[in-house]
């Protein structure tokens, strides 16, 4: 007798160890997910400067945030506003010239980071300092 008890005090315990482990799963699926994309809006021509700015986003998204980027977490738009397609996306951000937005989606909900200023300001004269300014928003708001 004693052992059917046993027996089934732990087929018990095995089964709400496994629904536990189920809610914990549920959990983690419920979780918000962040996404950050980063936007650089160019006209036809570009000057030196502009150009700088695409090269060094694209080049700071692929080589530090390979695995974000594979995974859907980073994503990178090159957004030609001379376009029919370009010229709506730039509407909805009031962009009229080359521009650099870093942005956190959470929840459906888009947090924009204005850093064009920041991009015209280092990317072609001081590189490194907008490399590392970009690589420490997009971690920033991966957070």
Known sequence: MKKYIWMTMAALMCFSGIATAQQKKVVKKASPNTVVEV????????????ISIGDNSIDVVNKDFAKQLKSG???FREIDIST?????IADLYHVTWSSLYVNQWKNGKENRNDMTRFGFENARNNTEAFRSGLKNKINQLLK
Not at 41 to 48: L, N, T, V, Y
Not at 84 to 88: I, N, R, S, T
């Open 84 to 88: 029919p397609d370009g010229e709506k």
């Open 73 to 75: 977490q980073v994503k």
């Open 39 to 50: 936007l650089y809006f160019h006209g036809k021509q570009r000057c030196p400067t502009c």
